[in-house]
């Protein structure tokens, strides 16, 4: 059995909640990624994308100063790193998500991708890239 562990990519972009969207919109551009996982206190509490960013923050009049934590998407599904593979594609199918964070203990120790199942890790749509965490 192939688990989550064997294939997931350990680095993963962070943002504390209380970060600034133009912090986090930096982090996306300068890493080119779409998301990003939100934590406090080094705990997931759920992630931001770009998507978020343009239609919670600037559609409404939000401003580059406001806080990431409002914006993001609270209690993302996730995974752990002993989890079997097959049963992680299919949870993404079923959330139509194209990566999940992977937790052990409440922290983020890496995300999967559909890439990672599909290539292993390097090869992923999440928010990875060795870069460390932001603080707002």
């Not at 983020?108 to 559909?114: F, I, K, N, P, Q």
Request: net charge negative.
């Amino acid at each position: 059995m192939t688990t989550v562990a064997d294939v997931l990519s350990p680095s993963v972009l962070t943002v504390e909640t209380t970060a600034t969207v133009r912090q986090a919109a930096e982090l996306m551009r300068e890493h080119d990624v779409g998301d990003l996982v939100v934590v406090e206190q080094g705990r997931l509490v759920g992630t931001v994308t770009d998507h978020d960013l343009v239609v919670r923050v600037l559609a409404v009049g939000g401003r580059q100063d406001d806080r990431v934590g409002p914006v993001a998407t609270g209690a993302p599904v996730v995974i752990g790193p002993d989890d079997d593979v097959e049963g992680v594609a299919r949870l993404m199918a079923t959330h139509a998500v194209p990566w999940l964070p992977v937790v052990r203990a409440g922290e983020v120790v890496g995300v999967l991708s559909l890439d990672d199942l599909e290539h292993g890790p390097g090869h992923h749509a999440g928010p990875t890239a060795h870069a460390p965490h932001l603080a707002g």
